[in-house]
């Protein structure tokens, strides 16, 4: 649900990001919980490197320009 709500609110620039399903990717779960203190918290987002969770929409769309 926090992925879609944070999806939405990028509108057109929501293309712009690599979309990962962490409970289809096995691998990308376990990046996730490495990162998150063993959890699975979604929105996990990397960028250059650095994780991310839960960042605000309005921090992403100014990451995706």
């Given amino acids: 649900m ?3 709500r ?3 609110s990028l509108l057109r620039r ?3 990001a690599i979309w990962v399903n962490i409970w ?3 691998a990308a779960a376990e990046r996730v919980r490495e990162v998150n203190d063993g959890n699975e ?3 996990t987002v ?3 490197g650095s994780a991310h ?3 605000a ?3 992403m769309r100014a990451q995706l320009r």
């Fill in 57 to 59: 929409p309005e921090w």
């Fill in 24 to 26: 289809r990717d096995p």
């Fill in 14 to 16: 929501a293309d712009r």
């Fill in 6 to 8: 944070l999806r939405a």
């Fill in 53 to 55: 969770s839960n960042p």
């Fill in 46 to 48: 990397f960028v250059a």
């Fill in 41 to 43: 918290t979604v929105p």
């Fill in 2 to 4: 926090f992925c879609m």
